[in-house]
């Protein structure tokens, strides 16, 4: 199955475009930042960071906007995602 043997960043990456059809979208792969750290595995793809600009977050609170993100990329946490950071915005904030 495709999904299965792309890069975790490809995933999230996909999956929010499809989610969200974002103007703007940036994920980075933080996990080097916490070697040692718990949920941290050697090769990385445990920590990311997703700044993600969409009109469907307009109207929304910053928490539903970071339930929105958590509840897309459900499944990355059963393939090895350990934590995300998200910074989610309607277009113009």
Do not use: C, Y
């Amino acid at each position: 199955h495709e999904s299965e043997t792309m890069s975790l960043r490809t995933w999230i990456s996909d999956t929010l475009q499809r989610e969200f059809s974002p103007t703007h979208l940036l994920v980075e792969d933080e996990s080097h930042r916490h070697a040692g750290h718990a949920g941290w595995r050697e090769g990385g793809e445990t920590h990311f960071k997703v700044d993600v600009v969409s009109m469907a977050f307009e109207g929304k609170s910053r928490v539903e906007r970071h339930r929105l993100v958590n509840a897309a990329l459900a499944n990355g946490f059963a393939r090895g995602l350990h934590a995300l950071a998200i910074a989610a915005k309607a277009p113009g904030e």
